[in-house]
């Protein structure tokens, strides 16, 4: 049984949570580019199956806005606040949904994104140093 079962909300699914080995491929912070830019043309081109057959301008512009000022943003997080973002989507939870918990909820969930944060971290950090021993000793 897994330590976190019946300590995090329904909301969050546990298979998520499992520690990513250290031999896996390393995941950068940030998320690349290209994969920003197919999240938001995947966004539009869904944006645009939902819309009407008798498109209004408007809406479209408007639509095209929010993609656009979707991606603004991201580009303006620092690497901390795309790796929460990336851990709360990892959860199937957004900053709202963190909101509107109640306290001890959410105390939880903080918790467990500060520890999945330090595990990236050491992640990385061992990663780095595997790179740098790999240079010194020209493995």
Same mark, same amino acid.
């Given at each position: 049984?897994?330590?976190?079962? =019946?300590?995090?909300?329904?909301?969050?699914?546990?298979?998520?949570?499992?520690?990513?080995?250290?031999?896996?491929?390393?995941?950068?912070?940030?998320?690349?580019?290209?994969?920003?830019?197919?999240?938001?043309?995947?966004?539009?081109?869904?944006?645009?199956?939902?819309?009407?057959?008798?498109?209004?301008?408007?809406?479209?512009?408007?639509?095209?806005?929010?993609?656009?000022?979707?991606?603004m943003a991201w580009m303006q997080m620092t690497p901390a606040e795309k790796l929460r973002d990336r851990i709360l989507?990892?959860? =199937?939870?957004?900053?709202?949904?963190?909101?509107?918990?109640?306290?001890?909820?959410?105390?939880?969930?903080e918790a467990l994104i500060a520890q999945k944060i330090r595990e990236e971290q050491e992640l990385q950090n061992n990663?780095?140093?595997?790179?740098?021993?790999?240079?010194?000793?020209?493995?």
């Amino acid at each position: 049984m897994n330590t976190l079962d =019946g300590m995090l909300p329904s909301t969050i699914n546990p298979d998520s949570l499992h520690k990513r080995e250290a031999t896996a491929e390393p995941q950068p912070v940030t998320d690349s580019f290209a994969a920003v830019l197919q999240q938001t043309q995947q966004s539009a081109a869904q944006s645009a199956a939902a819309a009407p057959v008798e498109e209004d301008p408007q809406a479209t512009e408007k639509a095209e806005r929010n993609v656009v000022d979707e991606f603004m943003a991201w580009m303006q997080m620092t690497p901390a606040e795309k790796l929460r973002d990336r851990i709360l989507k990892e959860l =199937g939870l957004t900053e709202a949904d963190l909101e509107a918990m109640d306290p001890e909820q959410r105390t939880q969930v903080e918790a467990l994104i500060a520890q999945k944060i330090r595990e990236e971290q050491e992640l990385q950090n061992n990663q780095k140093a595997a790179k740098e021993d790999n240079k010194l000793f020209g493995a």
